[in-house]
């Protein structure tokens, strides 16, 4: 994956690498320069004592050798010249074998001249007419001590720099770290827009993240009022059809059609249909338009009011309790597991004699719900027809089929399953199993 | 039994009303949330049928007002919107039942019934049956031991009055107030046909007068 964080360090390391070599390399060169003029006036003055140390002897023009810097004497010692008259040359004690050219010109000469045992000669020439005859002074010295230690820093500040380096790129992983912070905190924002713990993302982001998070907020309304008008007018159609049909039932029922009975059926079955698929069709358009989180189903604030409510409408129960771990909180849209709780609970209720009990419980990535009556509970044969798409056991009990089916289209949707079996209460027990979202 | 549908649509409220004068019943109709207000505050109804989606003002308003009033008749909602959370929403508003539409009207008497009989402390699942007599109120006629006693319409509207508040003693006024529609109330004289109607048919000692008072239904235990 690609990362910002190696991006910016990488390019932070070649700045740093490409700023570092040039600078070490620059300042070398100018200490290297700075060094060779200096020790350039040393040798035009050892030149000139060269010059001094020129007499007029008994055997014509030859050098005061007491006049002359010791270091001379010395082989191999680092300093050396050559004088060159017309007719002679004369050269240091201490070049030994050494033969130091004379430089084709005056004056300091570029680069250095490799000299005896690995030396390396900084050499300088001055021209001089003196008795009557030109003379050619040529002095050298020895300026491996220095390269050396040029080496020797260049390598330090490599070593210095390479160091500087880490620690510059650990801070700045640091610091890309903390900017990116607010990354994080929109990141996390989203991930609790997803599970419906808020409807929108904090306003108050940085400035550089705001025009995102401003963008995300109007896509976010811009889907939540599209989808509310496609619901709406999905649930407005539906529920403008029920007034219609109810009058549909109640003229059905009228007695001048007693006399009619097949066609009253059919009528009445046709009804039927049309109700179901009604009541079906409104509950996938509210289910299909789950993008947007709604509010969770927090168990404590919701249970208790769904089982007042049923005990109000079912008050020949002696007992509906339920069970479920404090503080749980379902991550399913509340309106829709109210449906699917209300739906089982309320089959359950009319089937009961006198208690039905509900307990949910969380099992490793699954929720359990189970609903447990002690009513005639359904024979075992009779179990998978019951489950199939909106029978009914027992025409007596309206919504019997209708019912189960809302719940299964709802559990489809959820990826749950729905297994029905024996209750320890003697009735029928219905598990509801679903897998909990990431 | 006088009840209240409070419910715009006309078709079914037509439907509904004439329904429930064949159950029975004591109807008055009407369409707007804000008359509903005012009128169940002054009437005395045995029960209400109130649809959600009212003109005028929405039918969980009316019924949270009649509450905070203090006003306890019972009150049935009748609703195309029928979603658990709703029928939470719609009972904790101080309903005390819930219809979906579209609903079978046979459900709609039943329920009615049911509450009816709650409202007064019986089962809302078993018959009225009140001291030696059995009230079949699908039928409309009344069972003394294993006989099948039939009754006229006016008969079985008092009849099921007095059942359901047996014991108590019952003014004219009342009874006119509650079996009749708003406009429609009788003089006193049509009244007594009825009670002795019934005498003669369940046998004198079962409705006792007291004399410029009213009447008390003591059945056949007395």
Known sequence: MRSIQRRLGVGLLFILLLVGVVMVNASIWLVDLGLRRYLQNGLRDEAELLLIA????????????????????????????????????????????????????????????????GQELLVYRADFRRFGSDLSITAAQDYRPLSLAFTQVRWLLSGIGALALLVVLLLQWLNVRAALHPLERVRLQVL??????????????????????????????????????????VGNLGHALKTPLAVLRSLL??????????????????????????????????????VLPGAHFECDQELPPLCDTLRMIHPHLRQLSWQAPPGLRLPWDREDLLEVLGNLLDNACKWALTQVSLSIEQDGQELLLRIEDDGPGVAEQLRSSLLARGSRLDEQVPGHGLGLAIVRDTLDAWGGTLQLGNAGLGGLRVDVRLPLPN | MRLLLVEDNVPLADELVQGLQRQGYAIDWLADGRDAAFQAACEPYDLIILDLGLPGRPGLDVLREWRDAGLRFPVLILTARASWAERIEGLRAGADDYLAKPFHPEELFLRVQGLLRRARGLDS???????????????????????????????????RYFMLHSNQLLSKSRLGEHLYEGDGEPDSNVLEVHVNHLRRKLGRQVIETRRGQGYCFVGLSA
């Open chain 1, 54 to 117: 020129t007499v007029r002897g008994p055997a014509g023009i030859q050098l005061d050798d007491l006049r002359l810097s010791p270091a001379y004497q010395r082989p191999l010692s680092g300093s050396y010249f050559r004088v060159d008259l017309p007719d002679q040359v004369w050269r240091s004690r201490s070049s030994w074998d050494f033969q130091l050219e004379r430089p084709t010109r005056s004056g300091l000469q570029h680069g250095l001249v490799d000299g005896p045992g």
């Open chain 1, 192 to 233: 609790q827009l997803q599970q419906g713990r808020r409807g929108r993302l904090d306003s108050e982001a940085d400035r550089e993240l705001a025009p995102l998070v401003e963008q995300i907020n109007s896509l976010l309304q811009h889907t939540e009022g599209s989808l509310r008008r496609s619901r709406n007018a």
């Open chain 1, 253 to 290: 029922a009228r007695a001048e059609l007693d006399a009619l009975q097949p066609l009253r059926r059919q009528m009445d079955d046709q009804l039927d249909v049309v109700e179901q698929r009604l009541a079906r069709e409104l509950n996938r358009a509210r289910l299909s338009g789950e």
């Open chain 2, 125 to 159: 699942r078993a018959p009225i049956e009140v001291a030696g007599l059995r009230l079949d109120e699908s039928r409309q006629t009344v069972w003394r031991d294993n006989e099948e006693i039939g009754l006229t319409g006016a008969e079985f509207r008092l009849l």
